[in-house]
């Protein structure tokens, strides 16, 4: 199984990018779906997270801005966000609970640098 993110970039504060995150191989099923993201010296954190119904959930620091989606059909979870600020930045990761029998594993992707400049 592998998660591939794509869409990070360098993009200037106010700007926008829509991060995608593809899970491939052995997957049975997928659960819970999120992106957390890291920024430099700091711990990671979850940035947005969605269930395999669609329920949602949002750090208060992107609430309003970002929005989280999901294709059950081709196993891909989105993060379209917009009015980005430089607090932003950081490394984003992918993370999916999937199955490939009876339990689901979490899985991670390699990351996505999104720079914003100021």
């Known amino acids: 199984v592998r998660l591939v993110e794509s869409g990070g970039g360098l993009v200037q504060a106010g700007g926008s990018l829509r991060l995608s995150c593809v899970a491939s191989?052995?997957?049975?099923?997928?659960?819970?779906m999120g992106w957390y993201r890291q920024a430099p010296g700091k711990q990671r954190e979850s940035v947005a997270t969605i269930t395999s119904g669609g329920s949602t959930n949002y750090a208060d620091s992107v609430k309003g801005r970002f929005t989280i989606s999901r294709d059950n059909a081709k196993n891909t979870v989105y993060l379209q966000m917009i009015s980005l600020k430089p607090e932003d930045t950081g490394v984003y990761y992918c993370k999916a609970d999937i199955s490939k029998g009876f339990l689901f594993y979490p899985y991670w992707g390699q990351g996505t640098q999104v720079t914003v400049s100021s």
């Open positions: 191989g052995s997957v049975l099923g997928i659960n819970n």
